[in-house]
């Protein structure tokens, strides 16, 4: 079959905007009481995300809830959130649609997603899981004819499978893969992504993010010096495609600012490791490490909640909610860290973006 790089097709500004690195923010679902999708609100997340500087959406992904599809509302939040960035700006954003099911579901996905606009896939394996990696490269393969993928290592914790250095090394040569984003919470799959990557020898056209929320500031300051043959290949993870960043998305788009420039200089300032214990210190109460993250996605509502962007914290599963105690940790680092906290900035547009 011949080779398809469907990525040559990427407007130049968005492809270089997805290759610098940027805050991709796992775009949330805003649903009003009757656990219905609320487009004022959701539209109004979309215009949040844009003026915070975010310089992509990831829309239709874990943090959007996988619900979305039996919902019938896949297609409707897709296109929500396309038309809000056309009316709202007109600067490159790196639009990415999650991907899920089998192949045919997933191919299917993906055809709707490019036609509609989109510019890449992020292919989620949960469905795949018990498959042989024979099985699981045929499927991205299948799917990557479709348009460009990103790569997703889910954490286990919720729904994700575990994945070799060989296999990421295999998925890193489809020459239609442009990132991976890396999230298994855990630092010893997180170097097979990057082993694989290097194995392939797709560094230049793999671009890595990082989905650690509990490792954010290390996995972008980190140099990842892997030997191939004779020499060490020193690849960078450039930006995050994170659910942490779907809220206090201003101070995340400042702080990947900062860590690019600091990376630049080469040299990483104390403050900056003392920074990420109180970003993950932040990220342990959003995603409820303490329940097992069962209220990882009404922690990043409740937050929104409080800032005014959200009505409610609802779920389209009325079983998901804040886990006991989960509210009083939310509060408490609010408080603890206001230098992370974009409240006020929130506070200043709230009217404008829902107008």
Known sequence: MPVVRHWEEMPPAVLALLRRGTVIPAHLLALDAARRLDRRRQRALTRYYLDAGAGGLAVGVHATQ??????????PVLRLALDAVAEWTDRPVVMIA????????ARQEAELARAIGYHAGLLSLAAMKGAAEDELVAHCTAVSRVMPLVGFYLQPAVGGIA????????????????????????????????????????????????????????????????????????????????????????????????????????????????LDARVTDANAAFFDVAHDFAGCIAGCHEVLRRQGLL???W????????????????????????????????????ARWLG
């Open 66 to 75: 996988f619900a979305i599809r039996a919902a019938g509302l896949y297609e």
């Open 163 to 274: 994945l070799s250095a060989r296999f990421w090394e295999r998925f890193a040569a489809i020459e239609n893969v442009v990132a991976i984003k890396i999230a298994p919470f855990n630092r010893y799959r997180t170097l097979d992504v990057v082993r694989g990557v290097v194995a392939a020898r797709a560094e230049d056209r793999v671009t890595l993010y990082t989905g650690n929320d509990d490792h954010i500031v290390p996995d972008l300051v980190t140099p990842y010096a892997i030997r191939r043959g004779d020499e060490d290949v020193v690849v960078r993870i450039r930006g995050g495609l994170l659910g942490h960043w779907s809220v206090w998305t201003k101070t995340a788009v400042e702080l990947l600012a900062i860590l690019h420039l600091v990376v630049g200089r080469g040299a990483i300032p104390l403050e900056l490791l003392e």
């Open 98 to 105: 999650g991907l899920a099911g089998r192949t045919a579901q």
């Open 315 to 350: 779920c389209l599963d009325p079983r998901e909610g804040l886990s006991p105690g989960q509210a009083e940790e939310i509060a408490r680092v609010m408080a603890a860290y206001p230098e992370l906290d974009d409240t006020e900035f929130v506070r200043e547009n709230l």
């Open 311 to 313: 009505e409610g914290i």
